[in-house]
């Protein structure tokens, strides 16, 4: 079956302008999650989601991060006023629910800020 | 809090076998095993649960030792293909996933 994937794969975009990164996780998988990879560092967790709550938002690095998901389905990351430090790649997982399962990894969206 | 994971790098030969680390300070409910090639999205290995259910592959084999909230990743006969960066995560409660720094893998032929 389809795995998760993610869109758009490479995004550039100028410093101070908003980006939206979207995830469309495995069907029927009722957890999702948003992590961040900077170059040859490992996974920073950003948010997850039970469902379209997120009960977990500690790990969003500040106030111009914000996702959200409807349907129980599609995520969506939207960051504001971009800058050069939110470069990085945006891995979205999903899996059955959240805890003590297995994370299901999209290919990642490349986001460059110039 | 960061699990902490040893070696950072490791230099195999093809059929050598490889022990990988990762230790918390935090009580667990679960240790994750993924790997993850250069460019490539991470893939699922293992997960460890505490009371000592495991789920993953066949050919990967893990312990989880809950009293000292570490476990290990156990690579025998390694192949080419097992060439990467892996990473344990540790999850304290039916949420989140805390990542390791990785543990950078190569195997020569």
């Known amino acids: 079956g389809a795995g998760v994937s993610q869109s758009p794969s490479n995004k550039v975009t100028e410093k101070g302008k908003d980006v939206e990164l979207r995830c469309d996780p495995i069907?029927?998988?009722?957890?999702l999650y948003w992590y961040r990879q900077s170059l040859g560092q490992g996974l920073e967790f950003l948010i997850y989601?039970?469902?379209?709550?997120?009960?977990?938002k500690s790990g969003l690095p500040s106030d111009r991060f914000s996702a959200e998901r409807t349907g129980g389905s599609v995520s969506t990351l939207t960051i504001q006023r971009t800058q050069q430090e939110d470069s990085a790649v945006y891995l979205c997982?999903?899996?059955?629910?959240?805890?003590?399962?297995?994370?299901?990894f999209g290919p990642g969206t490349r986001l460059t800020v110039t | 809090q960061q699990p902490v994971q040893s070696p950072q790098a490791v230099i195999l030969r093809e059929g050598e076998d490889a022990v990988i680390n990762c230790s918390s300070s935090k009580a667990l409910y679960s240790v994750h095993w993924y790997r993850q090639k250069h460019g490539e999205a991470p893939v699922f290995l293992m997960i460890l649960l505490k009371g000592g259910e495991q789920k993953g592959h066949d050919k990967i084999s893990a312990s989880f030792n809950e009293k000292k909230q570490q476990s290990s990743l156990y690579l025998t006969a390694s192949q080419l293909s097992y060439s990467g960066t892996y990473f344990c995560?540790?999850?304290?409660?039916?949420?989140?996933?805390?990542f390791g720094e990785g543990t950078q893998l190569t195997v020569n032929p």
């Open positions: 069907s029927g998988h009722t957890a």
């Open positions: 989601f039970q469902g379209n709550s997120a009960p977990d």
């Open positions: 995560g540790t999850e304290k409660s039916g949420s989140r996933l805390t």
């Open positions: 997982a999903s899996s059955p629910v959240a805890g003590g399962y297995e994370q299901y």
